[in-house]
């Protein structure tokens, strides 16, 4: 699979607007990439269908009338043609191999085999008839590659099973073929795309049903049929056609014809088939439907076509399968407890924040959601200031000759917000860095300034689909702990092992583990080779010496640089991208920046690095909630501590005690209503108060206070000067 640098080529696809709150519940949004490679947004709608599907035709039954023998006529020419263009190469196939190759494993080892006729399939049945079972994909240098594909020459092979990265997003595309066929064999759909998500959980199927709203209800007769192409045991084949082969191949079905017609002129054209569905699909893919023990689907959705309202309506439904059914029954149970901490609901419970339709995808953060906030800004800031950053306010707008000059008017104007002032057209900025740009150029540079780091809280704006918004995660509104680097090309080492140590060091105190990516140089990629391979050699030595594992995603780099990938995981395994550490050899040359070098009388371009720790501050104020279950750590709290007099006597050295603490500069609230101690404290938990301080007669007449911790039954005694010394200690180490 792609990853989440491609650029992208088709517009994306707009969610509907949810129909009711139940809609609101999923767990935090991702990008995905679509069985031809191209990304498009997860739905923000769970069963956003469930109620409108009754306001629509056939939708209030199960079954739904369809043309069987047009559906069956259309099948049977798919699979003649595709057979027959099979049944060709493969004799084209017989005509050019049987020579001998050789195909070096991981390990060194040299297995022989025979070109355009063995397998990796057969090569892994060479070393043991258990790797051939578990293996679902192969990579044949570098590229990722059919089992059951011929091998065309002298190559390494690498074999995945399940428990990879490689492996599980070949599954679950894999799934999303079989979902594919369930769909359009029981509905008659036109089928659009299907990919498999990018965190970690599963894959959908977009499709055109005409009237048809689909919802739960739907779903075990889409089970029954996935789990019966299971049973089949279908093997995933794969052929080559030519753009006028694909067309004809796929002329009933409009949304395919207009994906064909979209691909560039030199792209090979792929079309797998497992049983009746004949499908385009870059792949690769896993062998046989048969290694899919379990399969549910999860929820439905509504999606429009290419982004755009005018188009056509589809219907999204989102599955999951595992090649063992336990696996299956932890991931449904995980499901339901990461249901029970969205951060949509954990927000409105604790008072953190809301949206407002006046304003959608821009977020009011109430006081408590405030504190936060702010508390995780200040945190970022004093880790600037020790690591040598020097922070900078941007513009909001700018011209649009900014934003052409940088690029973002060819290739991201339909994400910003556009206006014109005095017949000249102003954007909003989507990002900083072409402002950091201008603010590099605004006079002339030395090498001994360099590195500047240039770090910037501003205000960004982007104009995401109104059905796309979720919850904190996906916004319209919101800021970054953006930072550019601006250093020589013999500093990016340095640089580069700096950011992955601020970013260990972040994460730690979060709870976060993460997992390290390199990148590489795409085909298609800006500026000189000797430089790409001077940047990635930095970035190899920095991730060695940085200690921690990590691996190489060759050719996903971004066309203006290669990039380290940094993907977090929560309490509940839950994959996040946030953190962004990213070369650029494009922009300084777009903007033509320039220092003097040692040798006074030349001019050299200075490397950007994109750099960013919590990436949106929004996005990681959801993450933590979620991650922490809505129990903050006490550094973090916007309730640190609520003072509980046991009687009205007590409620003057209550509010004595609460002044204290708060000009000591901690979060304390008092609780100086009539309801009984034992109903105070059981209030001040379900609160998420970290600490419980009741005080009473006694502890006035003593100058102390009655600590009790948030989830303990326990208490301590101490006085005030030890109640602030605990508080400090607790706030310093973060905990």
């Known amino acids: 699979m792609l990853s989440l640098s491609r650029v992208f080529r088709f517009p994306l696809l707009l969610m509907k607007p949810a129909d009711s709150l139940s809609s609101l519940l999923k767990p935090i949004s991702s990008l995905a990439i679509d069985n031809m490679g191209d990304k498009t947004p997860e739905s923000g709608n769970v069963n956003a269908n469930k109620k409108k599907s009754k306001d629509k035709s056939n939708s209030n039954s199960v079954t739904v009338p369809k043309d069987q023998a047009y559906l069956d006529s259309i099948t049977e020419k798919r699979i003649q043609f595709f057979d027959s263009i099979k049944l060709q190469q493969i004799k084209e196939r017989e005509l050019i191999g049987g020579e001998s190759i050789k195909i070096t494993l991981p390990d060194g080892n040299v297995k022989e085999g025979k070109k355009w006729i063995s397998t990796p399939f057969d090569i892994a049945m060479m070393i043991h008839k258990q790797l051939a079972s578990s293996a679902l994909i192969s990579k044949v240098n570098g590229s990722l590659w059919d089992m059951n594909r011929p091998l065309e020459g002298d190559c390494e092979l690498k074999l995945f099973s399940f428990d990879t990265d490689e492996g599980r997003d070949t599954f679950w595309h894999s799934s999303a073929h079989i979902l594919g066929e369930a769909l359009e064999r029981e509905y008659g759909c036109k089928l659009c795309i299907g990919p498999c998500t990018t965190r970690g959980e599963g894959f959908y199927y977009d499709a055109f049903y005409g009237d048809l709203g689909l919802n739960e209800d739907h779903f075990e007769i889409i089970k029954k049929a996935a789990e019966k192409a299971v049973a089949e045991k279908q093997p995933f084949e794969r052929i080559e056609v030519t753009r006028q082969q694909a067309l004809e191949l796929f002329s009933e079905n409009n949304f395919k014809v207009e994906i064909i017609n979209e691909l560039p002129e030199d792209k090979t054209i792929t079309v797998y088939r497992c049983g009746p569905l004949v499908d385009l699909c870059r792949g690769p893919h896993i062998p046989n439907t048969s290694f899919v023990k379990a399969i549910a689907c999860l929820k439905a959705s509504s999606a429009y076509w290419r982004g755009k309202k005018d188009r056509e309506s589809l219907q999204r439904v989102y599955g999951i399968s595992y090649p063992d059914k336990k696996l299956l029954k932890e991931y449904l149970t995980k499901l339901e407890e990461a249901k029970k901490y969205d951060h949509r609901l954990l927000g409105a419970k604790q008072e953190l924040f809301f949206c407002h339709p006046l304003s959608p995808g821009s977020w009011f953060f109430l006081p408590y959601g405030t504190r936060i906030y702010n508390k995780l800004v200040d945190f970022i800031k004093v880790q600037y200031r020790e690591r040598g950053y020097e922070e900078v306010v941007t513009p909001n707008m700018y011209n649009m000759q900014l934003w052409e000059t940088s690029g973002h008017a060819a290739n991201y104007k339909e994400n910003m917000f556009v206006f014109e002032i005095e017949k000249q057209e102003f954007g909003l900025k989507p990002m900083n860095c072409p402002g950091h740009c201008?603010?590099?150029?605004?006079?002339?540079?030395?090498?001994?300034?360099?590195?500047?780091?240039?770090?910037?809280f501003g205000v960004l704006h982007r104009n995401e689909a109104s059905g796309a918004l979720t919850g904190l995660t996906r916004v319209r509104r919101f800021q970054q702990d953006d930072a550019h680097i601006f250093c020589r090309e013999s500093q990016i080492k340095d640089e580069v092992t700096s950011v992955l140590e601020f970013i260990r060091y972040a994460y730690d105190v979060f709870g976060f583990t993460f997992e390290l990516e390199l990148s590489t140089r795409p085909e298609k990629y800006l500026g000189e080779i000797e430089t790409w391979d001077k940047a990635e050699g930095a970035l190899t030595e920095a991730l060695n010496e940085f200690g921690r594992p990590w691996k190489i995603n060759e050719g996903d780099g971004a066309f203006?640089?290669?990039?380290?990938?940094?993907?977090?995981?929560?309490?509940?395994?839950?994959?996040?991208?946030?953190a962004t550490l990213q070369l650029d050899f494009q922009l300084p040359s777009r903007f033509n920046l320039s220092y003097s070098a040692e040798d006074e009388a030349k001019r050299e371009k200075p490397v950007m690095i994109h750099r960013a720790i919590l990436g949106s501050v929004e996005r990681m104020l959801a993450?933590?909630?979620?991650?922490?279950?809505?129990?903050?750590?006490?550094?973090?709290?916007?309730?640190?501590?609520?003072?509980c007099p046991i009687s009205e006597k007590s409620t003057p050295?209550?509010?004595?005690?609460?002044?204290?603490?708060?000009?000591?500069?901690?979060?304390?609230?008092?609780?100086?209503?009539?309801?009984?101690?034992?109903?105070?404290?059981?209030?001040a938990q379900l609160a998420q108060y970290n600490y419980m301080l009741v005080v009473g007669e006694e502890e006035a007449n003593n100058g102390t206070v009655s600590r009790r911790?948030?989830?303990l039954a326990d208490r301590t005694v101490m006085s005030v000067e030890e109640l602030l010394t605990f508080f400090k200690e607790e706030a310093a180490t973060f905990r």
């Open 653 to 683: 050295y209550a509010l004595k005690l609460q002044d204290q603490i708060h000009k000591a500069g901690y979060y304390v609230d008092v609780d100086i209503t009539d309801r009984k101690i034992d109903k105070k404290i059981r209030e």
């Open 709 to 711: 911790v948030r989830d």
């Open 438 to 456: 201008l603010m590099f150029d605004h006079r002339v540079r030395s090498y001994r300034e360099l590195p500047l780091r240039l770090a910037d």
């Open 623 to 643: 993450i933590l909630l979620e991650h922490y279950k809505g129990k903050w750590p006490f550094w973090l709290s916007p309730r640190q501590a609520i003072v």
């Open 560 to 578: 203006y640089g290669p990039k380290i990938d940094i993907s977090v995981f929560d309490a509940l395994k839950r994959k996040f991208q946030c």
